[in-house]
């Protein structure tokens, strides 16, 4: 494409402009490893198509005489170079996205499952149900199974009994035990209590995804103190509030992860770690990596290595859709 060079009025805003599928070719590789091979970089490809249409017309970067940027705001772009195979995904598959009932879905993705997906108000507050977004745990089967039970996924998530496509990745189960001093400090600017003598999930999505987190302490008001619940709602205010910054997370290979600012995803079990019955730390138990609705880009390559085409695998991620061309 060519680049548009405006003058602005904190510097040079640059843009760069060119086809939709020319854009793909540099989407596709900083979004997947092209080492996943060409039927997982065609679900990539019609996946960030579809995704792409949408933030098009949605048109939210306006201001900047632009349709999209080149983050996670939109999708990555040019992270990674386009290269050969990714090139050949999107020539593979010119012109195609998923859609229902003639309209074009927004392709939701991410990196790893915990091996349920969730459904789409689950993730965002305020968010009505979408039919092609349902959650359901990521075997052959597809299976739905409840997962609100706090014992039921606490089971799941500590004991991986149940095989999915994403079970042999290290993000799909992971820990972190945060210490009294960095957990309180977090949950304050979160919560705006001074201290904090409990933490609990008290509300899950039937994938299991926790929805509302509470946190009880105490708030200092004047000369008295009032002890206090105050709940976290919803995956992105709970990642943020309880990312493991200064402590490092152990993935299910043993590797460890430093200065985290999210959580890795909200599909937890929280345990208090207590002496002479006072909290010293948490103890977060999880799986998965990011908001867990839609197609999982490492389930994907779980899909293919056991044989599915790349139809097939948008049809388990996106219920009840079909691929049209776009043009």
């Known amino acids: 494409g ?84 990714s090139i050949l995904a999107v020539k593979e598959t010119y012109g195609l996205v998923a859609a229902l009932d003639g309209d074009v879905i927004t392709a939701y993705y991410y990196s790893t499952s915990c091996g349920h997906t969730a459904s789409y108000h689950e993730v965002w507050e305020n968010a009505s149900s979408l039919s092609y977004l349902t959650g359901y745990l990521q075997n052959e089967q597809k299976e739905e199974v409840d997962f609100s039970v706090e014992e039921e996924f606490r089971k799941f998530i500590l004991s991986e009994e149940i095989k999915t496509y994403d079970s042999g990745f290290s993000w799909y189960r992971w820990k972190v035990t945060l210490p009294l001093e960095q957990f309180t400090r977090q949950l304050q600017k979160a919560t705006g209590l001074d201290t904090v003598e409990k933490v609990e999930v008290t509300e899950r999505g039937k994938s299991g995804i926790a929805l509302e987190v509470s946190v009880t302490g105490t708030r200092a ?64 138990s999880g799986g998965g990596y990011g908001h867990g609705t839609g197609m999982s880009q490492n389930g994907v390559k779980g899909m293919v290595e056991s044989g599915k085409n790349y139809e097939e695998i948008l049809a388990h991620y996106y219920t009840g859709t079909e691929l049209i061309f776009l043009y």
């Open 221 to 284: 008001d004047g000369e008295e103190k009032g002890k206090e619940t105050v709940p976290i709602r919803y995956q992105t205010a709970i990642r943020t509030a309880f990312a493991p910054r200064e402590t490092p997370l152990v993935r299910k290979d043993g590797s460890e992860v430093k200065n985290m600012t999210l959580l890795p995803s909200a599909f937890i079990v929280i345990d208090e770690e207590k002496v002479d019955g006072k909290l010293t730390a948490l103890t977060l």
């Open 2 to 85: 060519c680049m548009e060079i405006v003058a602005d009025k904190g510097g040079l805003l640059g843009v760069n402009e060119l086809s939709m599928e020319e854009y793909l070719y540099a989407v596709i590789p900083s979004e997947m490893p092209t080492s996943y091979g060409d039927e997982a970089l065609k679900v990539q490809a019609v996946c960030a198509r579809s995704y792409a249409f949408n933030q098009l017309m949605a048109s939210r970067f306006r201001s900047y005489g632009a349709h999209v940027d080149d983050s996670v705001s939109s999708q990555v772009y040019n992270n990674v170079e386009e290269n050969e195979a």
